[in-house]
């Protein structure tokens, strides 16, 4: 009965979370869904603190066209993604491939503060030709493909990565704006545009699509052969996103070595890939971990130029459980102090255990655990997440060049992060401030 009535409020959370008018952040009769980011927005399917996304769900009429105009934001990255009703990704779109008459800032070489940033493209209700619409190789610029699902329901997630310091959430421009040209060829703006396309329709997902069920999750992390801090190891394993069959292998211990890439579950970024591991402070109340950065742009601060680095985007961030799919907090690749050798030292621990050196100032960048771990039943558990995007073809130890989970140490080479669970005392002693 628990298990029904914990299912229960947490659906009816995701209901109010979409019913509720108060949210904070801009949003549009279109884009109606969002922010999704950390709290105080709306906080759902893992997003990255540090990154913005807003959804539409719309149905296009028959033999009509839709066109988004936009402007480029002041960002690291910027992209749009069609989902399916299970999360998904169909089509893609992602800032360098959209063409326009203005600079695309997000071209190599270009410069980023051209005041002509505008672009649009085309919504089309089909299935993409082929598998390359998810990739960095599209070939449909300026084309989304966005078929419709179930009831006659598309949606399309617009994502904002990194705004530039002191630029608001939408990188310092609107958020684009879609134009309804219907088959008498009559053309639909603003308000009319999104009763027409019905906007405030009810989002049909499948309820796997944002999460592992309660009940589900309850059973996996109470095996009776199994330890209290199952299944954090220590150290601790890091495991690279795979199918949703090796996601609860995680539990189990179950992994198939040939399992493919996942492409679905929690709306991803195809952009990304990702590697995570499960924690538990019964192990040690602050976890260190350590490893070599990729470089990336440093746009937060206002490069003028677009640069090409081993990584576009690179953040860690702890989370909660796969049931909330809740984030606690993000560090980005600017805000974490790196040494004279390339490497960065981050403490993962509560509020209350952050070690006195925990701090930009001593080399050491400091997440927070959340109160209650994972959000529903063991109050010790996080998941920490590191995301890579758009890996440089020069750079060959991204976690996209990582295939297989046997592959991991070695292709990630000194990039691939070590971790260690300590005492905040210890902290204090083993890594003196300098």
Known sequence: MRILVLLFLYLSSINQVFADTEILGPRDCFWARGPFSADPYINVAYPDSNVYYWAAAFSMPVDSTLEIKGEY??????????????????????????????????????????????????????????????????????????????????????????????????????????????????????????????????????????????????????????PDTWPAHNPPKWFIQLDRKSLIGMYTGEIDPNAPRSEGGFYPNLDNQYIRSIINRKHGKVLIVRGKAPTTPKTYFKTSFTEEEDLRYWSLCSNQSFVNTRVNDCLHDEEIPIDKNGFYTIAISREEDRPRNAINKCGIAWLPMADDGDGMFDDDVTIIQFRHLLPSDKFEHSIQKVKRQDQLEEIMGPYMPKARYLMPNQVETFFPCK
Do not use: H, W
Not at 170 to 179: A, F, N, W
Not at 181 to 196: I, M, P
Not at 211 to 222: D, H, K, M, Q, V
């Open 73 to 226: 934001p002041y960002s690291r990255y910027m992209s749009f993604f069609s989902y399916n009703e299970r999360g998904k990704p169909i089509g893609s779109l992602t800032d360098f491939q959209i063409q326009s008459k203005a600079t695309n800032p997000f071209i190599l070489g270009n410069q980023r503060s051209d005041l002509s940033r505008s672009y649009s493209i085309e919504v089309v209700n089909k299935n993409p030709l082929s598998d390359l619409s998810v990739s960095t190789d599209n070939p449909n610029r300026n084309i989304l493909f966005t078929p419709e699902y179930r009831k006659n329901q598309q949606l399309v997630v617009y994502r904002i990565y990194l705004p530039d310091k002191n630029i608001d959430i939408t990188g310092g421009v609107k958020l684009p704006q879609p134009v309804l040209t219907l088959s008498d060829g009559s053309k639909l703006v603003g308000e009319e545009t999104c009763e027409t396309l019905n906007t405030s329709q009810a989002l049909q997902v499948s309820f796997d699509a944002l999460g592992i069920p309660p009940n589900e999750y309850r059973e996996l992390i109470s095996q009776p052969d199994k």
